[in-house]
């Protein structure tokens, strides 16, 4: 089992950052992708960045390429979004969760998910 919970959600102006973090719980997290989820209001929740159980690979939607930067300390059992160069379209809830690899991660098919942060970028 495992429990994720993530935090630095705020609201910020166009054009700054944001860094979240995903903190887990469960001695198996090291051992699966973690996924970065978002969902804005009255649209599909969707992929934004993944990154394989050691690390060495990683994984953007396009929209984020060159600004976003997901990472990620196994021996403190946390991923971390780093967020520059925020725009209004950036506004969402976003989601980590773990996944069995960074294909299914891409697709969402996560085991675990965690409750949400709220990212709210103005303009």
């Known amino acids: 089992q495992v429990q994720l919970v993530e935090s630095g959600g705020g609201l910020v102006q166009s054009g700054g950052s944001l860094r979240l973090s995903c903190a887990a719980s469960?001695?198996?997290?090291?051992?699966?992708?973690t996924g970065w989820f978002r969902q804005a209001p009255g649209k599909e929740r969707e992929f934004v960045a993944a990154?394989?159980?050691?690390?060495?690979?990683?994984y953007y939607q396009d929209s984020v390429k060159g600004r976003f930067a997901i990472s990620r300390d196994n021996a403190k059992n946390t991923v971390h979004l780093q967020m520059n160069s925020l725009k209004p379209e950036d506004t969402a809830v976003y989601y980590c969760?773990?996944?069995?690899?960074?294909?299914?991660?891409?697709?969402?098919?996560?085991?675990?998910w965690g409750q949400g942060t709220q990212v709210t970028v103005s303009s």
């Open positions: 990154i394989s159980w050691s690390g060495f690979s990683t």
């Open positions: 969760a773990a996944c069995l690899n960074w294909v299914v991660a891409k697709k969402g098919q996560c085991d675990y």
């Open positions: 469960g001695r198996t997290f090291s051992s699966y992708a």
